[in-house]
């Protein structure tokens, strides 16, 4: 069920009415939820858990807002408990401890910056120091800068893009796998663009389809330690990272150009992460599974 808010009426999903968000735009990236009107739901009341993550342990990279806060949300509902690493949003973060809390969960909250290859082994450290154990690894960081054409691509906007979304998932996973048990899931989160491709992101786009081959490639390598390794690809999400790097009037069409017209909200991409991190897909690795609003891709 959608829930009654403003902007995201049942009535109007149902109805298929094009749904737009007011013109706002954030200087700094990875934005700030709290600024952003209207907020993203990251919550669904009507997710009801069912113990699916019981005493295991998530790490959620990006997990202080967007879909790291929905995903966090949802495997607090399903008895896991959370670590969130986050680059600079304190604000934001305190708010998904406070939301994890409220459903029983834990949430441990580390501040830090994963392009630099010394915070993920820091990151591990913690986490094993408050939970003693990792037992399921969401890499879910990413930027983007939307430029007119590849000319308009700096070398460091290049570097920038590659050392945020891409390398952090060697990083991780490097220092998390000699901690990671049989049974044990890696999610990432890749996106529509790695197969319809974005005139505007070409570099983040390209991430996004090294994050495809990431995931392909490492399934077969961790396939006999048991371990799980998949993706998810959104579509257009109502997240900080839109209202941070695209202009405030684009942001006024923004999500349009799906079949359904409208942009995704964080909370329903939780319960495709939460299927990938649990029982629930133990035949499932090496996978990308596309939660877009009914945009058509090449798998």
Known sequence: MIPMYPYYSEQTVCKQEPITFPPQHQDRQPGLEYLMTPTPIS???????????????????????????????????????????YLYEREDAVATQQMVAKYGGRCLLIEGDLRHPAFSPEVVRRTLECYGRIDILILNQGVQYPQQSIMGISDEQLEQTYRTNIFPMFYMVRSALPHLKPGSAIVSTASVTAYAGAPLLVDYSSTKGAIVSFTRSLSLQLVKKGIRV???????IWTPLIVSSYSAEYVKTFGL???????????????????????????????????????????
């Open 43 to 85: 919550d669904n009341p009507g997710y009801k858990g069912s113990g699916k993550l019981a005493g295991r342990v998530a790490i959620i990279t990006g997990g202080d807002s967007g879909i790291g806060r929905a995903v966090a949300i949802a495997f607090a509902k399903e008895g896991a408990d959370i670590a969130i690493v």
């Open 230 to 236: 998949n993706a998810v690809a959104p579509g257009p």
């Open 257 to 299: 150009e799906t079949p359904m017209k409208r942009a995704g909200q964080p909370f329903e991409l939780a319960p495709t992460y939460v299927y990938l991190a649990s029982d629930d897909s133990s035949f499932v690795t090496g996978q990308v599974l596309h939660v877009n609003g009914g945009i058509m891709t090449e798998t």
